[in-house]
């Protein structure tokens, strides 16, 4: 659960933005999107090897 605590005599548009980006940093969004639609196993693991392959060349780019 995301919250905040106001601080004294503090704006509520900078209490909303930190919020927000406290809300972004959870990972919340992230976790209901990929909640929201089912993917096979074989699909994910397809993708996890993809992503782990474009890792390695950026790591290897800047080296």
Same mark, same amino acid.
């Given at each position: 659960?995301?919250?905040?605590?106001?601080?004294?005599?503090?704006?509520?548009?900078?209490?909303?933005?930190?919020?927000?980006?406290?809300?972004?940093? &959870?990972?919340?969004?992230?976790?209901?999107?990929?909640?929201?639609?089912?993917?096979?196993?074989?699909?994910?693991?397809?993708?996890?090897?993809?992503?782990?392959?474009? $890792?390695? &060349?950026?790591?290897? $780019?800047?080296?």
């Amino acid at each position: 659960m995301v919250g905040i605590t106001l601080q004294e005599s503090e704006n509520i548009d900078r209490a909303l933005k930190r919020f927000k980006k406290k809300y972004e940093r &959870s990972g919340i969004l992230k976790e209901y999107k990929k909640r929201t639609f089912y993917t096979k196993p074989s699909v994910e693991k397809r993708m996890n090897e993809i992503k782990a392959k474009r $890792r390695a &060349s950026k790591e290897n $780019r800047h080296d």
